[in-house]
Nanobody, 126 residues
Framework: QVQLVESGGGLVQAGGSLRLSCAASGRTFSTYVMGWFRQAPGQEREFVAGVSRSGETTYIADSVKGRFTISRDNAKNKNTVYLQMNSLKPEDTAVYYC?????????????????WGQGTQVTVSS
């Protein structure tokens, strides 16, 4: 069992930055590929970014490429995945969810996952 707890969301003006964190419980964090998804009101949940088990490979959605980066820290006292969001736009407003998946990174990109976090709200004002 893995528990994911997101933090770092909030209200920011357009052009600003936020860093989201997702802390994972358990000793098996490094065995999961990790990702971030988001869901805006009235819209389906969409993939934002994913990172491989080692952290060497990342995928970023076209809608946020060049502005968002994903990274992870597999140290025992960290077990955390991050989403650095720069040059934020009002259309980035959504609830952001962290996901963990025991399968492939390419399947995570398609929305497959084993665990979800509870989500953190990001609101970008114009």
């Amino acid at each position: 069992q893995v528990q994911l707890v997101e933090s770092g969301g909030g209200l920011v003006q357009a052009g600003g930055s936020l860093r989201l964190s997702c802390a994972a419980s358990g000793r098996t964090f490094s065995t999961y590929v990790m990702g971030w998804f988001r869901q805006a009101p009235g819209q389906e949940r969409e993939f934002v970014a994913g990172v491989s088990r080692s952290g060497e490979t990342t995928y970023i959605a076209d809608s946020v490429k060049g502005r968002f980066t994903i990274s992870r820290d597999n140290a025992k006292n960290k077990n955390t995945v991050y989403l650095q969001m720069n040059s934020l736009k009002p259309e980035d407003t959504a609830v952001y969810y962290c996901a963990a998946y025991s399968g492939s990174l390419s399947d995570l990109l398609l929305g497959r996952n084993d665990y979800w976090g509870q989500g953190t709200q990001v609101t970008v004002s114009s």
